[in-house]
């Protein structure tokens, strides 16, 4: 869900790969940034937005990630000298990243789906038509809609008995966030496969709708061209510029007090008008459908390990904000518990790290009642930021599943699992 973010495929050189350009990133370097004041952080946050030569990967609390190109990064230097900010190196070689991570293999893993690497979304798909076909009495296929390139946006429901409240989670809304994905499998596969006593009542005593990937067009585009992409792939009339943040599309006080751009070439471009994104109104249209179901609407986002409640688009605070972070400190407190010992922070989406207008959970929130709606970013805190190792991905689905046992235990002692409809 990071804002701000400006990649466009002339920050790195197009090289041939298996027969199709990729974007690379090679020699490009992360730095952390202390800032002293907000104007700081605003003057490195536009350095970004005015040049294809930079890249902000996340930006709050005085604290600034921004990737550089080699051949640019003396202006960056001259600034930080200037006014002697502090300035750190998270990652030495963002390429070095995308290769590692793409050239992960398991013998474990080889001819089956699993979870010590990335999949492409044929991948994906496969595995939910196996799973249907695996279990044809507890789950179903959910048709959420097509995207602009013509795709099919796929989720499955898995429900073991009627009456049982509904937690719906919506994933890869940003296309490069992958281990988002590969939690939102992993997750699926747990609550149909996990003998653990404390999991099967999760599983069982809810509904479960998940969509592993919304971006359906922009996640394929991360696999064939361009990892760090973040967009939609819709064309924008009268711009070269392609895509929209998704995430800043929603009908819910869509563009207001700075939480979303109107620059196409922006990675917070809000799109022409809300639901301008077919991906976004097929998903709005969907869980309008069934909102009556639903308690828990959850975003799955990387990276920052923080639970962001409702509002992103105003710092007031929602009326029922104490219940809402006591369900947070409650997964944040079981995932800091795990030998791990990974942190995760709270508080509203405008608080705890910026202005975002129009995002999934204000909208849940809002406008569908939902009054349990988060956005949670995954790990990490920077260092590998959106390109998570492999190998990390099987102990951050374990902490997920520990914040959701938590998460789910409080909303229900706090009375917010009572079935909201009759059949």
């Not at 805190?381 to 520990?402: D, V, W």
């Amino acid at each position: 869900m990071k804002a701000f973010v400006i990649v466009l495929a002339s920050l790195a050189t197009l090289l041939a790969v298996g027969g199709a350009s990729k974007v690379r990133y090679d020699n490009f370097k992360v730095f952390k940034i202390r800032t002293k004041s907000v104007e700081q952080q605003k003057w490195i946050e536009k350095l970004a937005s005015d040049s294809k030569n930079f890249n902000l990967w996340h930006s709050g609390n005085k604290e600034v990630h921004i990737m550089v190109n080699p051949q640019k990064l003396i202006n960056l230097q001259n600034y930080t000298r200037s006014y002697s900010l502090p300035m750190e190196v998270m990652v030495s070689n963002v390429q070095s990243l995308i290769d590692g991570e793409q050239s992960t293999r398991s013998a474990d893993d080889t001819s089956s789906f699993g979870w010590t690497r990335y999949y492409p979304l044929s991948a994906i798909e496969a595995f939910l038509d196996d799973i249907l076909t695996k279990y044809p009495s507890v789950t179903s296929a959910i048709d959420i809609g097509t995207s602009y390139e013509g795709r099919k946006i796929r989720g499955i429901k898995i429900s073991y008995k009627e009456g049982n409240p509904g937690i719906f989670i919506e994933s890869n809304i940003h296309a490069r966030e992958w281990i988002t994905s590969a939690t939102a499998t992993w997750l699926i596969n747990e609550l149909l496969t996990s003998t653990d006593e404390k999991v099967r009542n999760l599983a069982e005593n809810h509904d479960w709708y998940i969509v592993p990937v919304l971006n359906v067009d922009g996640f394929a585009y991360t696999h064939t061209t361009d990892r760090m992409w973040r967009k939609t792939r819709q064309p924008v009339d009268g711009s070269d510029c392609i895509g929209a943040d998704p995430n800043r599309n929603y009908d819910s006080h869509w563009m207001e007090n700075g939480g979303a751009s109107s620059n196409p070439c922006d990675e917070t471009y809000a799109g022409s008008q809300p639901f301008s994104e077919p991906e976004v109104k097929a998903l709005a249209d969907y869980v309008a459908s069934i909102k009556d179901r639903l308690n828990i609407m959850l975003a799955f986002h990387s990276y920052s390990q923080v639970l962001l409640s409702p509002y992103g688009w105003t710092a007031d605070l929602p009326s029922n904000f104490d219940d809402l972070m006591a369900v947070a400190k409650a997964y944040a407190d079981a995932v800091e518990s795990l030998p791990y010992g990974t942190v995760y922070t709270y508080g509203t989406s405008s608080g705890a790290m910026y202005f975002a207008s129009g995002a999934t959970n204000d909208w849940a929130y809002s406008e569908q009642d939902i009054l349990l709606s988060f956005t949670i970013e995954f790990r990490d805190t920077g260092r590998y930021g959106f390109i998570l190792p492999p190998i990390q991905i099987l102990p951050h689905c374990e902490e997920t599943m520990a914040g959701l046992l938590a998460f789910v235990e409080k909303a229900d002692e706090l009375g917010y699992l009572n079935v909201k409809y009759t059949f």
